[in-house]
């Protein structure tokens, strides 16, 4: 089926031949053709789309660049609805952010809802503490950061899929 069949109808025609001669028979006429839904998209299409686009372009990962436009804008593609979360944490040499959530600091969020599978632009907001710790960090007066970046991606109906992303901004 190709987009343009559907609401079409279709009706069979089948011709015997013989030595006698041929003959034609019709069928009747069909319901009208609709659309397939798409296939849901598996979890693991949407982990690998999440870990290509949770973190800032190289344009954008640049310390300076982030702190000017108070976060990054991405581009997000869904491939379905549902919402995604997008939060960009500093977590300390040692603890993992799913076990030790308390000591990692968030220093950017963002959250955008799709209706249907679509692109949209997805602002991941530089909080406070993200903002002076780049400050910081640009002035040469702490390590280099590492950033986490955790999405979460919610599928209208079923189960969250989340995923991680370490990058470092760039002085």
Do not use: C
């Not at 600091?105 to 809802?113: D, E, K, P, V």
């Amino acid at each position: 089926m190709i987009a343009a069949d559907v609401g079409s109808h279709v009706r069979v025609v089948t011709t015997a031949t013989n030595t006698a001669g041929s003959a034609s028979a019709a069928s009747a006429s069909s319901a009208a053709i609709a659309a397939i839904a798409p296939a849901a998209p598996t979890p693991a299409q949407i982990k690998t789309l999440l870990l290509k686009e949770i973190t800032p372009t190289v344009k954008a990962a640049t310390i300076a660049a982030l702190l000017k436009a108070g976060g990054d804008t991405i581009s997000f593609k869904s491939l379905s609805a549902g919402s995604v979360v997008v939060d960009w944490y500093y977590v300390p040499a040692g603890p993992h952010i799913a076990k030790v959530k308390s000591k990692a600091q968030l220093l950017a969020s963002g959250r955008l809802t799709f209706s249907a599978a679509d692109t949209g632009k997805l602002k991941i907001k530089l909080t406070a503490a993200g903002k002076k710790l780049l400050k910081s960090e640009r002035s040469g007066h702490a390590k280099l950061l590492k950033f986490t970046a955790k999405a979460t991606f919610k599928p209208t109906g079923r189960t969250a899929i989340v995923t991680t992303e370490s990058f470092t901004p760039r002085r």
